[in-house]
DNA sequence: GGTGTTATGGACCGATTCGTCAACAAGAGA
DNA sequence: TCTCTTGTTGACGAATCGGTCCATAACACC
């Protein structure tokens, strides 16, 4: 019974979130965000509210995605847990090392830049990181119940460890380490893993390349990943 | 033979250092640098130029400290090179604890923002890395020379997965991650470490923290790092 | 004391900031 | 077709932005 909307509010999010991720907060400003989306500032303000509202909006939506996107590539038989893992960590050191605009990720940038200050990107943030050590647990525990992860380790304490190899490898990233060392580290974080004395999944075709010469490496062409 | 300055260049170097940590670059004005450094705004653009100028005098000398406490750190006899990598990974883990505010590194949040748009940044990061991993690389060495740290294994590659082990436990520590969680990562990946078949040094008092239960922890106080 | 040089502080500037508002447009129901 | 509700637009406003400028101050040297 009034005027429809004009504009799809999924892609008027996405190219926000195109800005604030580029520009970060405080540098983007409205006027471009107008510019961006094709919303005039009226509608813009009418429909997200205030530039900190409509942050957290595509904030919101961004944890979201990235949890779906894991939470998907983690899920499976037990056999295959361990495959996941590796395929997983390969595809973040791949998808960072792909970022040639540096351009990071705005989970990472957003909380850098607004934890301190604003409660509400804390709390989501902290919530995205512990639904993802949540998931890589499952897929440890799997990994572990199918004999390719030592089961006497701690499946929680390894998940975060690997998390944070994962943050690690972004932040690096960022800092414009090369993409062969991004995927290096990778490579060398599932090769320190503890396995268990009988694994049968090796965690690629060829030798530990953590002995040996370190610049080869396995092609390994993964999906990108939008960590 | 003309007036001399009122205001020590470090002191005003360290004030700046404390907003724009606080705040992040583009959220950080110009009024609020000249109140917090007690300069007036002509002072402060005379000795420092523009905004960005100041920036990099910050960005640099905090990059500065970080690469001389942590080679400090690091320095030292082989039969000792276990001990201090340990040392440092756990008070970086201490430290990131501690910082309450979730203020952060200034190294960490300055790349998220700028290193995109800014050059200079960028490249100033990247050679902070690039000489983090060359230290943790040499004591490595010196660890593995001492028969703590498997022979076999690539000194430089290791170096990279500790030194993305460390930025992500700053990454989390921004999240919000608990202390403890903190902690544990930095154990975890410690006892990760392919240590030599008959390594003397011990990773620290007790079994080997991933085995076992999680929850009990060495008290390890630690200087706190400015990392 | 005079002079030359640099430091200081804050008034000031044009540009830009976030957010508002009023005039107008587009549909749904009567 | 008229009304009512909501969406759209860009001009607008108050505040703030980074940066400049200038009257004044403080020294070193003569």
Redesign the interface.
């Known amino acids: 019974m009034a005027r429809p909307r004009e504009f799809d509010e999924d892609e008027v999010l996405r190219a926000a979130s195109e800005l604030f991720w580029?520009?970060?907060y405080?540098?983007t400003t409205m006027d471009a965000m107008a510019a961006a989306t094709g919303l005039g500032k009226g509608s813009l303000y009418g429909a997200f509210g205030d530039k900190r509202r409509l942050f957290h909006r595509v904030f919101d939506a961004y944890c979201a995605d990235i949890v779906n996107g894991v939470s998907r590539q983690l899920e499976g038989p037990d056999d295959e847990a361990f495959g996941r893992l590796c395929a997983h960590v390969r595809a973040v050191a791949a998808s960072t090392a792909a970022d040639t605009?540096?351009?990071?990720c705005l989970l990472?940038?957003g909380?850098?830049?607004l934890?301190?200050?604003d409660a509400d990107v804390?709390?989501r943030?902290?919530q995205?990181?512990q639904i993802l050590q949540e998931a890589l647990t499952v897929d440890i525990q799997a990994a572990q119940r199918h004999g390719d992860i030592d089961p006497?380790?701690?499946p929680?304490?390894?998940a975060?460890?690997v998390?944070?190899?994962?943050?690690?490898?972004?932040?690096?990233g960022?800092?414009?380490?090369d993409q062969e060392?991004l995927r290096?580290?990778a490579e060398?974080?599932l090769s320190?893993?503890?396995r268990s004395p009988d694994a049968t999944t090796p965690a690629n075709g060829q030798e530990s390349p953590?002995?040996?010469p370190?610049s080869s490496r396995a092609p390994s062409p993964h999906p990108p990943s939008s960590l």
Chains 1, 2 share one sequence.
């Open positions: 580029s520009a970060g405080a540098a605009a540096r351009r990071g990472a940038k909380t850098a830049e934890s301190e200050h804390a709390a943030s902290r995205t990181f006497a380790a701690d929680r304490r390894l975060d460890l998390l944070a190899v994962l943050r690690g490898i972004e932040a690096l960022k800092a414009g380490t060392a290096a580290i060398t974080a320190v893993l503890p953590l002995i040996g370190g």
